[in-house]
């Protein structure tokens, strides 16, 4: 079965603007995949949109839609009631602030849990059941080291990662072999526009161009995905990554917890 046949005719990436959702809906499109390319920012969109329909045959959509408002699941529902999902990458869900969860209101937390864990349930349990009853289909979910283990100034991030990893991969357990390919794909450090955006503000790197050191590119990470789709449940994405989480497993949680405290420290530097 080709690529397009098993995971096609279209797929929807929740996070397409830029950044590793934008290169996994140009690998899908590549593979001769359909894309349905859903973020906020509408002109970013269809840039990532032009690009994709100048490089290859495939038809894309743009849905502009904030994954943090409550109705955001139903609208992505019906923006795409015409069509044939076989593949569901769920991207978006970054944290831009990194700071104490005590500094902000509840509702920046309870924004992160609506997007980050209510929504990629949502949007799985409204595209999946096609998927089984076609005995094919593909899911990908992204995680993070910092859902591993809790840390500062990622309290409720990294519980939504956390969340994400372990739903992932209960729903590769209970889908793989319905024919539904699921992978929570765990990311570390990651030159994404997000992440050069949040060094630059806290001073890390001197432009927003500047490569964060010991960022993963993002073609290496998505290639890595590409390869792995079948092999879930859960993919350490890179070299750095997969050694950290190895090196997590001779931890206890306390140890593991203080390490992340040790490394948000030296993130913050002494005035924080
Ligand atoms: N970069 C890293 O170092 C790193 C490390 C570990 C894990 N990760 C994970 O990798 C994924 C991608 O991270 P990233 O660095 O590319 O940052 P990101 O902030 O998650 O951005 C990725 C995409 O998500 C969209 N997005 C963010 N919030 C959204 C919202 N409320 N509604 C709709 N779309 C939204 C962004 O577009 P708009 O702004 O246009 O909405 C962008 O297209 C995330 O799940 C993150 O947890 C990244």
Redesign the pocket.
């Given at each position: 079965m080709t690529f397009a046949a098993k995971y096609g005719p279209w797929a929807l990436v929740?996070?397409?603007?830029?950044?590793?959702?934008?290169a996994f809906a140009t690998g899908l499109a590549e593979r001769g995949v359909s894309v349905v390319l859903?973020?906020?920012?509408q002109a970013?969109?269809d840039q990532v949109a032009a690009e994709i329909e100048n490089r290859t045959a495939v038809q894309t959509r743009t849905v502009a839609?904030?994954?943090?408002a409550p109705d955001?699941a139903a609208r992505v529902a019906e923006a795409t009631s015409d069509l044939e999902i076989g593949f569901l990458v769920y991207?978006?869900?970054?944290?831009?602030n990194y700071e104490p969860f005590l500094d902000n209101p509840i509702q920046a937390a309870e924004?992160m849990v609506q997007?980050?864990c209510m929504v990629p349930m949502q949007l799985c349990h409204h595209f999946a059941p096609a998927m089984v009853e076609r005995g094919s289909g593909g899911i990908v979910i992204?995680?993070?080291?910092?859902g591993l283990a809790g840390g500062p100034n990622m309290v409720a991030?990294g519980a939504t990662?956390a969340f994400d990893m372990v739903f992932a991969e209960a729903l590769w357990a209970e889908l793989h072999d319905k024919g539904v390919d699921v992978l929570g794909l765990?990311?570390?450090?990651?030159?994404?526009?997000?992440?050069r955006e949040l060094e630059f503000s806290r001073g890390t790197i001197g432009s927003p161009d500047e490569v964060p050191e010991g960022?993963a590119a993002v073609d290496d990470i998505i290639a890595e995905a590409f390869d792995n789709l079948a092999n879930g449940p859960t993919l350490m994405a890179g070299d750095v990554m997969k050694a950290a989480a190895q090196f997590m497993t001779s931890l206890t949680r306390k140890q593991a917890v203080e390490m992340f405290a040790q490394a948000a420290a030296a993130a913050m530097g002494p005035d924080r």
């Open positions: 929740a996070g397409a603007s830029d950044g590793v959702g934008a859903l973020a906020r920012r970013m969109l839609v904030d994954l943090a955001a991207c978006a869900g970054a944290d831009p924004a997007r980050n992204f995680g993070s080291g910092a991030y990662k765990i990311l570390g450090k990651t030159n994404t526009p997000a992440l960022a």
